[in-house]
C-alpha cells in the first residue's frame, strides 16, 4: 500500500519561488507513475506535472511549463516539484499522486481519475 507525504507549501508573493516535496513509501520497485495536481476552491482538480519514477518520462501542464520543475532524490524516494515566478492563479491545494504504470497510459497521466494514491495535500498561496 502507497502511502504519500507532502510538504513544502505556504505563501508567497507573485514571482517568488516555492518547492514542495512528496516523500513516497509502501512501494518495492519503481514502475510507477508519480504526479502533483492541484484544486483551487470552486474548480475542478488539475494535473500538474508528472514523471516515471524510472525517470525516462515525464509531462507539464502548459499552465506551468517553464516555471515548474520536477526533481527525484531516489535515496530519500521523495518527489520535488520546485515552482518558480509563482502568480496568483497558482494558488490551489496541491496535491501529490501515484500509482502502478500499467494503470496510467502516459497519454492521462495528468489525469487525476487514473491514480489511486494520493496524498493529504499541502496549501500554495500566492499573492
Known amino acids: 500500500h502507497v502511502q504519500l507525504v507532502e510538504s513544502g507549501g505556504g505563501s508567497v508573493q507573485a514571482g517568488g519561488s516555492l518547492r514542495l516535496g512528496c516523500a513516497a513509501s509502501?512501494?518495492?520497485?519503481?514502475?510507477?507513475?508519480m504526479a502533483w495536481f492541484r484544486q483551487a476552491p470552486g474548480k475542478e482538480r488539475e494535473g500538474v506535472a508528472a514523471?516515471?519514477?524510472?525517470?525516462?518520462?515525464?509531462r507539464y501542464a502548459d499552465s506551468v511549463a517553464g516555471r515548474f520543475t520536477l526533481a527525484q532524490d531516489n535515496a530519500k524516494k521523495t518527489l520535488y516539484l520546485q515552482m518558480n515566478d509563482l502568480k496568483p492563479e497558482d494558488t490551489a491545494m496541491y496535491y501529490c499522486?501515484?500509482?502502478?504504470?500499467?494503470?496510467?497510459?502516459?497519454?492521462?497521466?495528468?489525469?487525476?481519475?487514473?491514480?489511486?494514491?494520493w496524498g493529504q495535500g499541502t496549501q500554495v498561496t500566492v499573492s
Open positions: 509502501g512501494h518495492s520497485d519503481s514502475s510507477y507513475f
Open positions: 499522486a501515484a500509482d502502478r504504470d500499467v494503470n496510467v497510459p502516459p497519454s492521462l497521466v495528468l489525469d487525476s481519475r487514473r491514480y489511486n494514491y
Open positions: 514523471i516515471h519514477l524510472r525517470g525516462h518520462f515525464t
